[in-house]
């Protein structure tokens, strides 16, 4: 006889088949694709994005790359102390920014400039960012990389891993609560799912029904481990069900295929009022940072064959050449200016002075209280008595 | 960003307190009580005191300052509530005024909260300002940061101020932090309060002294309310505070009963409660052990000492005027805390005076803790780890020999 029973979530049908549900399925989740690797279209039905968009998003992920390879170097003449770099996610970074409006808001890991740079952001500003001078929105009191702007709803960086999740869904339920026609979109990678802020972010965005876009950047590597030592699922779009979040996976080299998913999930999330994940299938081409050598516990060739055959900026390139829309001189020149403005922005940052004393001591609070004011005091008294011991080049 | 809407009334209540010193606006000074007729004044926590002994033992007498509001206070009758009604009276007070001010913790909506600090609060302001969030204590401290960071005014609750131990990432790494290293872009407005201290017979996880852990966390500001009128005030306070603040309430002070003032008020967040002025020695407590310390006052008053009873109240940072002003008169300080002696507050506090008011000390400082071990369960050993008021009248009595 049929019986079920009646419990929180619908009804459960029983069976007298004892059956496990598998550690995995036979077949892993499919990736949306719409550009092949020769970049030609698979089908008809993508989002189609216009010249001038098309030839935007190029452009800044050339600019992303050009970015990473000048600050990459200046931190290998010892000119900055850290930096790391988005090689092999440009796709992933601009096209889903492109995907977004200005008033969604962006919570990041740390690899995703390429956002910034699409709202707006100067190469100067980034630049003054790193070399933490003066003119630094964070006034230099962050490490290089870590960049944040309230202007273009681009939250600072903090280091800790999977920290912004939560906050992500804080951002929701505040958009929530204005009924704003917008969303928030927070990235993060393999690694960081790992997090239990991960776990527990899907699940309060499922429940508070949160208008957030959860980027998983699916990278293969966190530093050294890679994805088979992080976690055993199908990687991260399976465990979106888990958490009653609707989830897709796509890859993440190809633009319009990225673009496409986040413009699609973005919609969902604000009419429907609820959470989506998004994994994107990438590779870290560069390594973690500039403090690894990712060639110690991954084969170059491994690098090698994404780095070339599986460009992003390669793929999109010729679909766009394609169209009519870009040819080399174009390129050649957009890379030599960018190159330009590029070293242009650091020498001035180079030469632009760092924050003054005082905002070592700013900003912990709104009002400097009175053990800081003390502290501060102290410290300028033991600057004047031992000058040759302190840097020359902060202002007092 | 979430929109700004102030209510007329609200804001023409608060301009008459506007220039509020918490000193000022008193009902209950030492002279106001004995003056009043017919009143009763009675504070009662669970059996530690009894009513009637009301005149020698005022919990809230104002400070040195000028003594100008009693006469002026004399006219409002006041109302009566207990501490958790007091609570929750400022927390009522600040939704109404400010629609970004919300709530998230477990159990704080249609439940009412484990304390009952928030009952009321979700039927009245619904489901969305009163959250009831799921239990993961690190990202509901999370999503109030990244709430406040757009715009809203959380306060975030604990239902044990030692789960928020697994908040402790978010609280230090970001709320004490992204304000700095965004470069003042965003603040983050956000009370994060609960119940801790050692309550009788919780366990050793759930009587924790979260302030010994948090204090080092540069960025937050950390108060501890003792009396339903300072819990309040307290609560208002750090709720209009722009800097993340900690609300450390006590598990057995729920429950105590005062009358507090009808008009509205805040207390400052800095400032320490001058409990009893006198001139032998400086007693600095807070939260809980102000009543053992009251208690202990008693007889040493009986015993012709006369103590000076401060309860520090600002954890974070210390109210250093206040206290100063005190150790200049009496020359000996003696700390009570509820803190396990290594690492407290009572150890901070010990630093910062001797490194202040060295040359005002008769004698070295001495600080009553609780010892270094987990709180057990069984009551008689749970009372031997709070310092008791026997041990306060017997350290006062030996630092008034030297």
Same mark, same amino acid.
Not at chain 1, 104 to 126: I, K, M, S
Not at chain 1, 335 to 353: D, F, M, P, S
């Given at each position: 006889?049929?019986?079920?029973?009646?419990?929180?979530?619908?009804?459960?049908?029983?069976?007298?088949?004892?059956?496990?549900?598998?550690?995995?399925?036979?077949?892993?989740?499919?990736?949306?694709?719409?550009?092949?690797?020769?970049?030609?279209?698979?089908?008809?039905?993508?989002?189609?994005?216009?010249?001038?968009?098309?030839?935007?998003?190029?452009?800044?992920? *050339?600019?992303?790359?050009?970015?990473?390879?000048?600050?990459?170097?200046?931190?290998?003449?010892?000119?900055?102390?850290?930096?790391?770099?988005?090689?092999?996610?440009?796709?992933?970074?601009?096209?889903?920014?492109?995907?977004?409006?200005?008033?969604?808001?962006?919570?990041?890991?740390?690899r995703?400039?390429?956002?910034?740079?699409?709202?707006?952001?100067?190469?100067?500003?980034?630049?003054?960012?790193?070399?933490?001078n003066?003119?630094?929105?964070?006034?230099?009191?962050?490490?290089?990389?870590?960049?944040?702007?309230?202007?273009?709803?681009?939250?600072?960086?903090?280091?800790?891993?999977?920290?912004?999740?939560?906050?992500?869904?804080?951002?929701?339920?505040?958009?929530?609560?204005?009924?704003?026609?917008?969303?928030?979109?927070?990235?993060?990678?393999?690694?960081?799912?790992?997090?239990?802020?991960?776990?527990?972010?899907?699940?309060?965005?499922?429940?508070?029904?949160?208008?957030?876009?959860?980027?998983?950047?699916?990278?293969?590597?966190?530093?050294?481990?890679?994805?088979?030592?992080?976690?055993?699922?199908?990687?991260?779009? *399976?465990?979106?069900?888990?958490?009653?979040?609707?989830?897709?996976?796509?890859?993440?080299?190809?633009?319009?295929a990225?673009?496409?998913?986040?413009?699609?999930?973005?919609e969902?999330?604000?009419?429907?009022?609820?959470?989506?994940?998004?994994?994107?299938?990438?590779?870290? *081409?560069?390594?973690?940072?500039?403090?690894?050598?990712?060639?110690?516990?991954?084969?170059?060739?491994?690098?090698?064959?994404w780095?070339?055959?599986?460009?992003?900026?390669?793929?999109f390139?010729?679909?766009?050449?394609?169209?009519?829309?870009?040819?080399?001189?174009?390129?050649?020149?957009?890379?030599?200016?960018?190159?330009?403005?590029?070293?242009?922005?650091?020498?001035?940052?180079?030469?632009?002075?760092?924050?003054?004393?005082?905002?070592?001591?700013?900003?912990?609070?709104?009002?400097?209280?009175?053990?800081?004011?003390?502290?501060?005091?102290?410290?300028?008294e033991?600057?004047?008595?031992?000058?040759?011991?302190?840097?020359?080049? *902060?202002?007092? | 960003?979430? #929109?700004?809407?102030?209510?007329?009334?609200?804001?023409?209540?608060?301009?008459? #307190?506007?220039?509020?010193?918490s000193?000022?606006?008193?009902?209950?000074?030492?002279?106001? !009580?004995?003056e009043?007729? @017919?009143? %009763?004044?009675?504070?009662?926590?669970?059996?530690?005191? #009894?009513?009637?002994?009301?005149?020698?033992?005022?919990?809230?007498?104002?400070?040195?300052?000028?003594?100008s509001?009693?006469?002026?206070?004399?006219?409002?009758? @006041?109302?009566?509530?207990?501490?958790?009604?007091?609570?929750?009276? @400022? &927390?009522?007070?600040?939704?109404?005024?400010?629609?970004?001010?919300?709530?998230?913790?477990?159990?704080?909506?249609?439940?009412?909260?484990?304390?009952?600090?928030?009952?009321?609060?979700?039927?009245?302001?619904?489901?969305?300002?009163?959250?009831?969030?799921?239990?993961?204590?690190?990202?509901f401290?999370?999503?109030?940061? $990244?709430?406040?960071?757009t715009?809203?005014?959380?306060?975030?609750e @604990?239902?044990?101020?030692?789960?928020? &131990?697994?908040?402790?990432?978010?609280?230090?790494?970001n709320? $004490?932090?992204?304000?700095?290293?965004? $470069?003042?872009?965003?603040?983050?407005p956000?009370?994060?309060?609960?119940?801790?201290?050692?309550?009788?017979?919780?366990?050793?996880?759930?009587?924790?002294?979260?302030?010994?852990?948090?204090?080092? %966390?540069? $960025?937050?500001?950390?108060?501890?309310c003792?009396?339903?009128?300072?819990?309040?005030?307290?609560?208002?306070?750090?709720?209009?505070?722009?800097?993340?603040?900690?609300?450390?309430?006590?598990?057995?002070?729920?429950?105590?009963?005062?009358?507090?003032?009808?008009?509205?008020?805040?207390?400052?967040?800095?400032e320490?409660?001058?409990?009893?002025?006198?001139?032998?020695?400086?007693?600095?407590?807070?939260?809980?052990?102000?009543?053992?310390?009251?208690?202990?006052?008693?007889?040493?008053?009986?015993?012709?000492?006369?103590?000076?009873?401060?309860?520090?109240?600002?954890?974070?940072?210390?109210?250093?005027?206040?206290?100063?002003?005190?150790?200049?008169?009496?020359?000996? !300080?003696?700390? !009570?805390?509820?803190?396990?002696?290594?690492?407290?507050?009572?150890?901070?506090?010990?630093?910062?005076?001797?490194?202040?008011?060295?040359?005002?000390?008769?004698?070295?400082?001495?600080?009553? #803790?609780?010892?270094?071990?987990?709180?057990?369960?069984a009551?008689? &050993?749970?009372?031997?780890?709070?310092?008791?008021?026997?041990?306060?009248?017997t350290?006062?009595?030996?630092?008034?020999?030297?």
């Amino acid at each position: 006889m049929f019986q079920s029973l009646d419990f929180p979530g619908g009804r459960v049908a029983f069976t007298s088949e004892m059956s496990f549900i598998a550690e995995s399925s036979e077949k892993r989740v499919k990736c949306y694709r719409v550009l092949d690797d020769n970049g030609h279209p698979m089908s008809s039905r993508f989002e189609q994005i216009s010249k001038e968009v098309a030839v935007k998003m190029y452009s800044s992920m *050339v600019t992303l790359q050009i970015m990473d390879t000048i600050f990459y170097e200046a931190q290998r003449q010892g000119r900055l102390s850290i930096y790391m770099t988005s090689n092999g996610e440009e796709a992933i970074n601009i096209a889903s920014a492109a995907a977004l409006s200005p008033d969604d808001v962006v919570l990041p890991q740390y690899r995703e400039p390429g956002v910034l740079l699409w709202r707006g952001f100067t190469l100067q500003e980034f630049t003054n960012q790193c070399f933490g001078n003066k003119a630094d929105y964070g006034k230099g009191r962050q490490m290089p990389i870590h960049y944040g702007s309230n202007r273009l709803n681009y939250f600072t960086v903090s280091s800790p891993i999977a920290t912004q999740l939560p906050q992500a869904v804080g951002a929701a339920y505040s958009l929530k609560m204005d009924r704003r026609d917008a969303c928030v979109v927070t990235y993060f990678g393999d690694g960081g799912s790992s997090e239990g802020d991960f776990h527990a972010s899907l699940n309060f965005a499922a429940v508070m029904e949160a208008p957030v876009v959860f980027i998983c950047r699916n990278n293969w590597w966190a530093i050294s481990t890679p994805t088979s030592e992080q976690f055993r699922s199908d990687g991260i779009v *399976v465990r979106g069900q888990a958490y009653g979040v609707r989830s897709i996976r796509v890859d993440g080299n190809d633009a319009l295929a990225v673009y496409g998913a986040i413009h699609a999930a973005r919609e969902m999330a604000i009419r429907e009022h609820r959470p989506i994940l998004v994994e994107a299938l990438t590779y870290r *081409v560069g390594h973690h940072s500039t403090s690894d050598d990712s060639t110690r516990y991954r084969p170059a060739d491994e690098i090698q064959h994404w780095k070339i055959s599986r460009n992003p900026l390669a793929r999109f390139r010729k679909w766009i050449k394609r169209n009519g829309w870009l040819n080399d001189e174009d390129e050649s020149e957009l890379r030599g200016n960018v190159r330009k403005q590029l070293l242009h922005a650091i020498q001035l940052a180079e030469r632009t002075e760092k924050p003054p004393l005082e905002d070592l001591f700013t900003d912990v609070y709104d009002h400097l209280p009175s053990n800081l004011q003390e502290q501060e005091r102290l410290l300028r008294e033991t600057i004047e008595k031992h000058p040759q011991d302190y840097p020359a080049d *902060v202002p007092v | 960003m979430a #929109s700004i809407f102030q209510a007329v009334g609200a804001a023409a209540a608060l301009s008459s #307190s506007n220039s509020f010193d918490s000193k000022k606006f008193y009902l209950s000074s030492r002279k106001s !009580v004995s003056e009043r007729k @017919g009143s %009763i004044f009675v504070v009662r926590s669970d059996g530690r005191m #009894s009513s009637g002994r009301v005149d020698k033992l005022v919990t809230n007498a104002v400070a040195t300052k000028a003594d100008s509001a009693a006469a002026s206070t004399a006219s409002k009758p @006041g109302h009566e509530l207990l501490l958790f009604e007091a609570l929750r009276e @400022g &927390l009522e007070e600040e939704m109404d005024r400010d629609p970004r001010v919300c709530v998230m913790g477990e159990d704080v909506g249609h439940y009412g909260g484990s304390y009952k600090v928030t009952k009321g609060l979700a039927p009245k302001y619904g489901d969305l300002r009163v959250l009831d969030t799921p239990i993961a204590e690190n990202s509901f401290t999370g999503m109030a940061i $990244g709430a406040a960071m757009t715009g809203l005014r959380p306060i975030v609750e @604990g239902m044990n101020m030692g789960f928020l &131990l697994l908040a402790f990432n978010q609280i230090s790494n970001n709320c $004490g932090m992204l304000h700095y290293t965004s $470069g003042g872009q965003f603040t983050i407005p956000v009370v994060i309060r609960g119940p801790g201290g050692v309550g009788r017979q919780l366990g050793a996880e759930h009587s924790q002294r979260l302030e010994s852990y948090f204090q080092s %966390i540069p $960025g937050i500001q950390m108060v501890a309310c003792s009396t339903p009128y300072n819990a309040k005030g307290l609560m208002k306070a750090a709720i209009r505070s722009e800097n993340p603040v900690i609300l450390f309430e006590h598990v057995l002070l729920y429950n105590l009963k005062e009358r507090i003032p009808d008009e509205e008020y805040i207390c400052n967040l800095e400032e320490a409660e001058m409990v009893r002025p006198g001139e032998h020695i400086t007693i600095l407590t807070y939260s809980r052990m102000r009543y053992h310390v009251m208690q202990a006052a008693k007889t040493l008053v009986n015993k012709g000492y006369d103590p000076e009873v401060i309860d520090i109240r600002s954890l974070k940072p210390f109210d250093l005027h206040t206290i100063g002003n005190s150790v200049k008169k009496t020359h000996r !300080v003696l700390i !009570v805390e509820e803190c396990m002696r290594t690492g407290g507050i009572g150890a901070s506090l010990t630093a910062a005076i001797t490194e202040n008011f060295h040359d005002y000390l008769d004698a070295p400082i001495v600080c009553l #803790s609780s010892q270094d071990v987990p709180t057990p369960y069984a009551g008689t &050993l749970e009372e031997f780890t709070i310092v008791q008021p026997a041990q306060i009248v017997t350290a006062v009595e030996q630092l008034c020999q030297q």
